[in-house]
């Protein structure tokens, strides 16, 4: 992986680093996150911000008992917190002098040629004006990531390994609260071991995630091995790292080993 060349950057952040426990945002970690993407931004890079947390911030907004059962609630509470998201990004980016521009994906648009060259057009206008778009599911359109994983984006990991192929990003960072792939499951075998690099997403790689449906699976190391195959076919590194610390995205930029890379396919 060659640093240098890592100009345009997708960060793709899940809801447990973005919120607490009690489902409120975690203040602290997200500013401390629009920090480190502003002073990337303001370093040369392009920064596209691919975001969870909607349906989850909803839920509390809205003083739910716990995530709601019915497709409604569950587009219900995505709009509203949706809203809080964009309103706590777009104030903390403005702080350090950054615009920000929300975009709403549903599968369709990917799947059909006019209105994906009209995305991707959108996407490069944006960046061509130093704008930082901030990217999610349009959860309050789109029922299919909500009800059925397969059919859609099959949640925000592939969803932004489909943005990062969409505008030709170089590198994809998932932010995760597990600091990479494990050949093990860290939570069951003290003994597990992190491992640094994977050069193709192979049947031994699926099993270190667990299979579909495990506790890991639902941990979302499995939609995150998809979503680095589709960076790797596309031709982009992709790293899963801790997202607790955004301080240590720099690691990156600096060189060292953080996490697990998976490095791309040279198409
Ligand atoms: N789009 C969903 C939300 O904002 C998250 C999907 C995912 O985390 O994969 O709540």
Known sequence: MDISLMRRIVIKVGTSTLTHDTGKLNIKRIERLIRVLSDLKNSGHEVILVTSGAIGVGVSRLGLAGRPE?????QAA???GQCELMALYNKLFMEYGHVTAQILMTRIITDRDNMRSNLTNTFDTLLSLGVIPIVNENDSVSVEEIECEDIAFGGNDK???IVADL???DLLVLLS????????NPQ???GARLIPVVYRVDDRIRACAGGAGSQLGTGGMVTKLEAAE??????????IMD????ARIYDIFEGKQIGTLFPAKKV
């Open 159 to 161: 969803l932004s390994a």
């Open 70 to 74: 019915e497709t409604r609630v569950k």
């Open 243 to 246: 997202g607790s610390d955004p």
């Open 230 to 239: 589709i960076a790797s076919a596309a031709g982009i590194d992709m790293i």
């Open 177 to 184: 609260d597990i600091d990479g792939l494990y050949d093990h």
């Open 78 to 80: 995505a709009a509203v």
């Open 188 to 190: 069951q075998d003290p």
């Open 167 to 169: 505008i030709r990003a």
